[in-house]
């Protein structure tokens, strides 16, 4: 079967740095996922990382390493914008269409 | 602005009934897909297609049906036999042709139903 495992909820102060962590077990991966949901609205893509290392969008960065299976979302420079819930996601190693999502992590940024 | 466009955003429906969630994309993309997101489970795939005319069952396909007449089209019908269906309801599309960056998904506003 297919385990993704995320914390269920943080609470960070605006400006900080929050890490958000993904831990996966599947049966193959062909990249792992970050998007950000805001509450009732659609999920947006933020990042993408297939390769072990750091990879780096503005305040986002994600993080991956593939033989300990864990994955972060790092954010910077905190903004209340950001209270949003963050869905870790790994692709099928064999079928592009399949992607196994964790339950996802509620951020909650206070002021 | 491209994008994908899911109808009706709320939906209320009677227990025994059928009801179909729309979904529209003009992103040009192949691939589309539905998900059902349930509070404190990650999204879970019901179906998906890569092609018109083709459509393939996901993790949990039963007292669901689709069709893909149109590229730019997938609607989903929740059918009486589905137990629970109470769930918000996202529609997904995603390039196969290797344009995006990563193959991401790209995903509708959402429909919220609620069977009474």
């Known amino acids: 079967g297919q385990n993704i495992d995320q914390p269920t909820e943080m609470t960070a102060t605006e400006g900080a740095i929050v890490q958000i962590n993904c831990t996966y077990q599947t049966s193959g991966f062909n990249g792992l996922f970050w998007y950000q949901q805001h509450a009732g609205e659609a999920p947006t893509f933020l990042s993408y990382?297939?390769?072990?290392g750091l990879e780096e969008k503005g305040r986002f960065s994600s993080f991956l390493s593939r033989s300990k299976g864990y994955s972060y979302l790092l954010l910077k420079e905190l903004q209340m914008k950001d209270s949003a819930s963050y869905l870790c996601a790994v692709r099928d190693e064999y079928n592009f269409n399949k992607f196994y999502f964790g339950s996802g992590t509620k951020l909650n940024v206070k002021p | 602005d491209g994008g994908i466009t899911q109808s009706p955003k709320y939906l209320f429906r009677k227990e025994g009934q059928n009801v179909t969630l729309s979904c529209e994309q003009n992103?040009?993309?192949?691939?589309m897909y539905w998900y059902r997101q349930d509070p404190g489970q990650g999204l879970r795939l019901i179906y998906y297609s890569q092609i018109v005319n083709d459509f393939q069952k996901g993790d949990i396909a039963e007292g669901y049906s689709v069709s893909r007449e149109k590229k730019e089209s997938f609607p989903l019908t929740v059918t009486s036999a589905q137990k629970n269906p109470t769930a918000f309801y996202l529609c997904?599309?995603?390039?196969?042709?290797?344009?995006?960056?990563?193959?991401?998904?790209?995903f509708g506003e959402g429909s919220r139903l609620t069977v009474l």
């Open positions: 990382n297939v390769l072990d």
């Open positions: 997904a599309s995603r390039s196969t042709s290797g344009t995006g960056v990563a193959g991401e998904l790209f």
């Open positions: 992103l040009n993309h192949d691939a």
